[in-house]
C-alpha cells in the first residue's frame, strides 16, 4: 500500500479529540492533555485555537543535521550509513539531566529567570515565525542530495510532532529512505499506531526502572514507556533500547537487572545500550558514570538473556564494548569505533559468515 501524506490545514493537528465547551483532548503522547482555548499541551507547542489542536511547530526544524546511524544509537539498523536528523522545541518530559534542553525545554525556559507563562509562549510564536519553514518534501529531498539511507526524529520526544514526523516519513519514503524515532517512549497508543506504517525503528529510553525516578527526574512515569515498547516491537518497528546509567539515581545492579529483565521478556533480540551520564542542564553537580559500571551494566544484559548489549559513550579503550558479536559462534560482526564501523561482516542477508546464524536486525 502507497502511504500518503495527509492533507494538510497549514499546521493543523491530527492526533487529539474535541470535547465540550471547546475543550481538546491531545493524543499525541501518553499525557492526554486537556486544552482549554488559547491553552497549550504540556509539551508547550500543541495549541487550542478555537478548538482546534494546532501543532506550532509543524516545518520548523531545529538541529538539521546528517548524523552516523550508530549516534541514534541504532547498531542492528543500516549501520554504517548517514541519517538526516532534526527535533524541534517541545517535549513531552521535563528530564533534570536533558541534553538538548536548549531544545525541548524552550517553551518552558524562553526568555531566561523571571518570565511569565504568558511572555514566554510569546516569545516562542516569535521564534517560531522567524524561522526558515521546511516542507516534508524538502526534508526528503535533502536526505536523498545527502546521501542519507533514512531520516530521523530525535533531539526531543517526536510524538509531540507527530503529525510533521509522519509526513516525512511518508515523503522519504517515496525516495526509498527509512524513518526513525529516537524516544523517551511516551508515544500514545493512537500516536503509535498512527505512525506505526511510516515508521521503521525506534530507539526508546528507559531511563530508569521506577516510578520514583520518572517522578523526581523526568517528571513523567514508567508503565507508559514500557507499553510503547512492547507496542513499537508488536508493531514490527525495529526496536532498540537505551539507558543512560546515572550514579546514585538508576544503577544499582537490582535496577539494571529489571531494565535487561524487561527487554529480554519483550524479546531477547533487542539490543540494549547503557552510556554514560555526563553532568548537564539542572545536574551540573553530579557525579559522572564511571566506565567500570557500564562495563558491569552490559554484562548484566547479557546475564538477564540478551543476545545484543552495548557500552557507549565511553574512553576509547572501551570500544569493544560497542562491537557486534554472533550471539551462537561468538565471531565479531561489526567492529565500531566511536560512531565508526571500521568493519562489518554481515552481508544483506543479515547472517553471521562463520555459522550462519541470522544476526536480528535491518541490514539494508
Known amino acids: 500500500m502507497q502511504l500518503q501524506a495527509e492533507p ?18 491531545c493524543t499525541a503522547c501518553a499525557r492526554h492533555c ?6 497549550y499541551g504540556f509539551c508547550g507547542v500543541r495549541k487550542n485555537e478555537n478548538g482546534k489542536l494546532k501543532l506550532m511547530v509543524y516545518g520548523k526544524p531545529t538541529g538539521l543535521a546528517i548524523d552516523p546511524v550508530e549516534k541514534k544509537p ?9 541519517i538526516l536528523s532534526f527535533g524541534t522545541f517541545g517535549c513531552a518530559f521535563a528530564c533534570e539531566f536533558c541534553q538538548n534542553w536548549e531544545m525541548s525545554q524552550f517553551p518552558k525556559i524562553a526568555g531566561g529567570a523571571g518570565k511569565t507563562i504568558a511572555q514566554r509562549r510569546e516569545l516562542l510564536e516569535k521564534t517560531l515565525e522567524g524561522m526558515e519553514y521546511f ?9 536523498k542530495e545527502k546521501n542519507c539511507s533514512s531520516v530521523a526524529f530525535t533531539y526531543n520526544e517526536p510524538a509531540v510532532f507527530s503529525e510533521y514526523a509522519y509526513d516525512c516519513a511518508v515523503e522519504a519514503k ?10 523517551d517512549g511516551y508515544e500514545s497508543e493512537e500516536s503509535i499506531e498512527y505512525l506505526a506504517p511510516a515508521l521503521d525503528a525506534i530507539n526508546i529510553d528507559i531511563k530508569g526502572f521506577t516510578d520514583r525516578f520518572y517522578e523526581k527526574l523526568c517528571h513523567a512515569k514508567l508503565e507508559p514507556v514500557l507499553e510503547s515498547v512492547k507496542r513499537a516491537h508488536r508493531l514490527g518497528i525495529w526496536t532498540e533500547i537505551t539507558t543512560l546509567v546515572i550514579p546514585k539515581e538508576n544503577d544499582s545492579k537490582e535496577e539494571l537487572a529489571q531494565i535487561a529483565g524487561f527487554v529480554a521478556s519483550v ?50 579503550q572501551y570500544s569493544n564494548m560497542e562491537s557486534t558479536s554472533c550471539p551462537e559462534c561468538k565471531e565479531i560482526l561489526i567492529e565500531r569505533t566511536g560512531f565508526c564501523v571500521a568493519r562489518n561482516k554481515i552481508g544483506r542477508a543479515g547472517k553471521c559468515p562463520k555459522c550462519n546464524e541470522k544476526i536480528a536486525g535491518i541490514w539494508n
Request: aromatic share 10%; no cysteine.
Open 8 to 25: 494538510k490545514a497549514g499546521d493543523a493537528a491530527r492526533l487529539y479529540e474535541r470535547l465540550p465547551k471547546g475543550l481538546v483532548k
Open 34 to 39: 486537556q486544552v482549554g482555548e488559547g491553552g
Open 74 to 82: 541504532l547498531f542492528h539498523f543500516l549501520p554504517g550509513t548517514g
Open 135 to 143: 516542507a516534508p518534501e524538502e526534508i526528503a529531498r535533502i536526505a
Open 174 to 183: 517515496k525516495l526509498g529512505l527509512k524513518a526513525v524515532f529516537v524516544s
Open 267 to 316: 524479546d531477547k533480540n533487542i539490543p540494549w545500550h547503557v552510556s554514560a551520564f555526563h553532568p548537564e542542564y539542572k545536574m551540573l553537580g553530579h557525579p559522572a558514570t564511571k566506565p567500570e559500571k557500564l562495563v558491569e551494566a552490559r554484562k548484566i544484559g547479557f546475564d538477564a538473556g540478551l543476545k545484543f548489549a552495548y557500552a557507549g559513550n565511553l574512553p576509547a
